[in-house]
């Protein structure tokens, strides 16, 4: 049994890497944001073929949504903006789920204060998401993004 344990504990560290490339998030561009209004901000998502992750608002309570949340300093967040979700069906619920596959995109409005410090910062957000291929859901992870905004008169 001990050896069984070790075993284990040896092997898994290998089997994790390959989960972690099954969601991505390309660097988004420069964003250039004036003073008093809102600016939008779009990331692009990368999921590998089959597999998929709940969408913001799943089938049921117990799932895990994606979540985009932002660290916006000096910026506010007015909202943000999932894409249309697909229902799936998988052998493992008996009914179906709301899902994102494939690539998509997520959209965050922050509004720009008239009182914003000028001048050029990066803004934090992460992604939380838990992927799920037709038979097994591995554990949630969170991406980071990390978005450069210019902000101006």
Known sequence: MRLKTVLLALILPLLLPAQMNLLSVAPPPKLTAKRGTTAEAKLNVQLQNGYHVNSNKPADEYLIPLRLTWT???????????????????????????????DFQIATKFKVPSTAPLGMKVIS?????????????????????????????
């Open 72 to 102: 916006a300093e000096s910026l506010v967040v007015d909202g943000t903006t999932y894409p249309t979700p697909k229902m799936e069906k998988y052998e493992f619920s008996q009914k179906p789920l709301s899902v994102y596959t494939g």
């Open 125 to 153: 957000g992460k992604l939380r998401y838990q992927a799920c291929s037709h038979k097994e859901c591995f554990p949630p992870k969170s991406v980071e993004v990390k978005l450069p905004i210019d902000i101006v008169n």
